[in-house]
């Protein structure tokens, strides 16, 4: 009996995810993941939170570098472009610099964005480009099987650094608040549900979004960032958390040992795009650019 | 010494003005240059100058007028203006003999014994001391306007169009209030002066050619003739980061495009500078990035996925001395073999080297189809040379290049996934552009299969590097662009020049003479240097007895491409002044090969 309640389950289930349209936005290729990675969380996120804000599949983009997280755009039936190892940012800035219409999702893991890219970091987030930034921080290097990354703690031990990490781990958090990142977020791939609503509205805000998402690697670190760990450590973000308040939102980017979840921080000031259109508009071409705009429309 | 005959009506003459960094040298230049081209005389000009804005560097302007088309500065001066006599002392000996040496009969400071233009000149050459700093003094207050009290001299002297030299002082000058009348009042003292100079020299500028050939002509250099090529091409997105000499580029299209409505940011380095125009290029764009050659060791990461991922983009790289920081301010030809073959991977792309400044407007333009209809990277080479060179060029009327060049695209099958990598018979595949319905796909630097997935199975490897390497050919022949060219004695000749970029113009000067002794001798250019024109240069290399390749690089490294590409030797001459290769030099190199015979040019080519 128990068995059939589960199966009606499942399939009234399976009708739901049909009906929702989530599917149109799964590709045909399936996910090269370990099982239990925290990635899995990002392929039902995405699509789920693309669904549910009405953006179709071709008008989206999903850029990414090098990296396990950066597999992503061949499991999405979006348009994708897999880079090169650090360069997810300047990508995606030229893609959304040319067509203002896309919706542009970056995702990268800790290494691509912190230690070879993180030159760009600063200026995506000073430009204020209307991408949406999703990080997934495992700590390591996982592709190439398991080195320290610029987030691994001290004392952590891979084959890399044999005799244990020496070097203070980044707080990227910090770091893009610092930076000028109109929305700061963090979540726990161990929390989909969270995770995904995040994800909602990190796309849904117009200007550079980050998204912090803790993800255990769950074949290269038994002992450091795993599920069991993190979900003893994280905790929600104070009831009366404004995330309007940008010195409040430092205190909580600041506490690595209880790392709050939800959205830290979030502003409203010109994007790219504006600036783009305003420097257009002294030059006097602006007409120019309507047309150009109701021409590629 | 014996008095050059008596001059041609056609002018040909050449100025040089020399100075310390900040005397103002390179504007005085400026100003020449525009007013003689306002006139109806045909222009070259090419300034050098330290790496330094101010301090004591020495700059020096030279242009050359003439009546007819002219391809390279001269050996010789006719008229040297010294602003400074430190720094020009030793181009004193570039003058020729009855031409003219205007310079400061009172120095502004005490100079030490020989220290002065004055006592450095040689016997034919004719001396103007003009007090310059006096008349300057007199005429503005103060000394910042010697250099344009030493234009208005020559200007009085020779007698050229005073109106001309006016406008283009009030255009010059005419935002800052006061400068422009100071300027003009320093001119006209000058001027003044000058007509009433007794003539001593034999320099005479014969009357402009005014026709219907030259009425639509521009003086206009290298960098902003790429600038028009790719405005007038369609360019939509530029993106990019400052480094000499390519910088003026960035400089003229951040003022142009928003005009026509397009965007242009300056990125944080030039890694991000070349992501982000494969990112546009990626959406359809006609996107593009100019640098030099430090810039381009940056880009070549990325150049490489622009090929595997079958991106179109535009890189313009304007060399200079390398390696490394190398020469910031000098020329040199040194990045071919970089943007040939650098970057890792068998990662083919386009490349191609205008030899001129018409040349790279065609070049600037052009490169945006070629990107497109061959879905790659297209490299246009120029140098510091070309880039900071003036020359009087004529435009046609209607832009000669083409708005779309992609391959139209077959209707996605519904439910299928879409084939952004479909192996066609030309071996360009469709592309669809991000917004289109049902044809979603994701591209990618890793190798892949048809849809675009990840695929490392060697015979999927042999296929699509096959495909990326084939699909360029059809650029040998891409319409309306000429690919390499021969000037020159046509059939069997003693002494074949090819040559690529800036260096053009002295191989042709220097032709041009070797056959006035009787040498027959012919220049071939070669503008598009990957893929390489094999069948014509071969065929032209067949005319040859010998073939010579001057280049300004130390390696000669276009002869090693020749010799890569067709396995026949060339003599190579290969040097690194830091400026274009003297015409002498080149004429001196063919006189020997060409009194050789082809049996000791073999043994020449083996020894070098």
């Known amino acids: ?297 | 010494m014996t008095r050059p005959a008596k001059e041609t009506p056609s002018t040909d003459i050449q100025v040089a003005i020399c100075g310390s960094a900040g005397e103002g040298t390179i504007a005085a230049g400026d100003i020449l240059r525009s007013a003689l081209a306002e006139a109806g005389y045909r222009i070259i000009s090419f300034d050098t100058y330290p790496p330094e804005i101010r301090g004591f560097g020495k700059c020096i302007a030279r242009l050359r007028v003439t009546t007819e088309q002219a391809y390279s500065l001269k050996q010789q001066s006719d008229v040297l203006i010294a602003l400074n006599d430190e720094h020009a002392i030793p181009h004193i000996g570039e003058v020729r003999d009855f031409g003219a040496v205007i310079y400061d009969g009172h120095s502004i400071a005490k100079l030490p014994e020989g220290g002065h233009v004055s006592g450095h000149l040689r016997a034919g050459q004719l001396p103007y001391p003009v007090s310059l700093r006096e008349l300057c003094e007199k005429a503005t207050g103060g000394n910042r306007s010697r250099n344009i009290v030493a234009l208005g001299f020559l200007a009085g002297v020779y007698q050229l169009p005073k109106d001309a030299f006016l406008r283009i002082i009030t255009k010059k000058f005419g935002k800052k209030p006061g400068v422009a009348e100071q300027n003009q009042a320093a001119f006209e003292t000058g001027y003044t002066v000058g007509e009433a100079a007794f003539r001593l020299d034999d320099v005479v500028f014969g009357a402009p050619k005014r026709d219907a050939a030259t009425r639509d002509v521009v003086m206009i250099n290298g960098n902003a003739a790429t600038v028009r090529g790719a405005v007038d091409a369609g360019i939509d997105c530029f993106f990019g980061y400052p480094i000499t000499p390519a910088t003026s580029i960035m400089e003229r299209l951040a003022s142009e495009m928003p005009k026509h409505g397009k965007r242009l940011l300056q990125t944080e380095d030039e890694i991000s500078a070349i992501a982000a125009t494969i990112g546009a290029g990626y959406t359809g764009a006609r996107a593009a990035t100019a640098t030099s050659g430090p810039g381009l060791s940056l880009m070549q990461e990325m150049l490489g996925l622009g090929v595997i991922a079958e991106v179109p983009s535009v890189v313009f790289v304007s060399q200079r001395g390398g390696p490394s920081t190398g020469m910031p301010t000098k020329t040199e030809q040194s990045d071919l073999s970089a943007a040939v073959h650098g970057g890792h991977g068998d990662a083919q792309k386009i490349v191609i080297a205008p030899t001129n400044v018409e040349g790279c407007y065609r070049c600037g333009g052009k490169a945006f189809e070629m990107a497109e209809a061959y879905q790659t990277p297209v490299v246009v080479l120029l140098d510091l040379y070309l880039s900071n060179r003036y020359e009087t060029v004529q435009f046609g009327a209607r832009p000669p290049f083409e708005a779309n060049c992609s391959k139209p695209r077959a209707k996605a099958a519904p439910g299928e996934p879409y084939r952004r990598f479909a192996l066609t018979e030309d071996f360009v595949s469709p592309r669809a552009l991000p917004g289109e319905p049902g044809a979603m796909h994701t591209i990618t630097g890793l190798e892949h299969n048809e849809l675009g997935r990840p695929n490392d199975q060697g015979d999927m490897h042999e296929r699509m590097s096959k495909k990326r390497h084939e699909k360029l050919k059809a650029a040998l022949k891409h319409p309306d662009f000429t690919h390499c060219k021969r000037f020159g004695d046509e059939g069997r000749i003693k002494v074949g020049m090819l040559a690529w970029g800036s260096t053009f113009g002295e191989c042709l000067e220097a032709m041009f003479k070797a056959r006035a002794e009787g040498i027959p001798c012919a220049a071939m250019k070669v503008v598009m240097l990957s893929p390489f024109p094999v069948e014509p240069v071969s065929a032209f290399m067949d005319d040859c007895d010998v073939v010579l390749v001057p280049e300004v690089n130390y390696e000669g490294q276009f002869a090693r491409l020749i010799q890569g590409e067709l396995g026949r030797p060339v003599v190579s001459l290969a040097r690194v002044p830091g400026v274009p290769l003297p015409v002498d030099e080149i004429l001196e190199t063919i006189r020997r090969l060409a009194a050789s015979g082809p049996r000791d040019a073999a043994r020449l080519v083996r020894a070098a």
């Open chain 1, 1 to 297: 009996m128990a068995e059939a309640h589960q199966q009606i389950y499942l399939e009234d289930k399976l009708k739901e995810v049909r009906e929702s349209g989530r599917l149109e936005y799964r590709s045909k290729a399936l996910p090269t993941w370990c099982p239990g990675c925290g990635y899995f969380a990002m392929a039902g996120g995405v699509p789920a939170a693309l669904n549910s804000l009405g953006i179709a599949p071709q008008d989206t983009v999903v850029v990414s570098g090098i990296g396990c997280s950066s597999r992503f755009p061949f499991f999405v039936n979006t348009y994708g472009f897999h880079t090169l190892h650090g360069r997810v940012l300047p990508v995606a800035t030229g893609i959304k610099v040319a067509n203002d219409a896309l919706t542009v999702i970056a995702v990268g893991g800790d290494g691509d964005g912190f230690a070879i890219g993180g030159g760009h970091v600063p200026h995506a987030a000073r430009r204020n480009i209307d991408i949406t930034y999703l990080l997934f921080d495992n700590g390591i290097y996982g592709l190439t099987k398991g080195q320290t990354s610029p987030t691994s703690a001290i004392g952590f031990r891979t084959p890399t650094s044999p005799y244990t990490n020496p070097d203070q781990p980044l707080n990227p958090l910090l770091m893009v608040l610092a930076y000028g990142a109109t929305w700061v977020g963090q979540a726990f791939a161990g929390h989909p549900q969270q995770l995904e609503e995040l994800i909602r509205q990190a796309i849904a805000h117009r200007g550079f979004s980050y998204l912090h998402i803790l993800s255990p690697c769950v074949t290269f670190d038994k002992t450091d960032k795993t599920y069991d760990r993190l979900e003893q450590r994280v905790r929600s973000l104070p009831a009366n958390h404004d995330p309007q308040d940008f010195a409040a939102a430092m205190r909580q980017a600041m506490d690595v040992e209880t790392p709050p979840m939800g959205l830290l921080y979030v502003n409203e000031r010109p994007t790219l795009a504006d600036a783009l259109d305003g420097i257009v508009v002294k030059a006097g071409g602006a007409e120019k650019r309507a047309r150009k705009v109701a021409k590629a429309a």
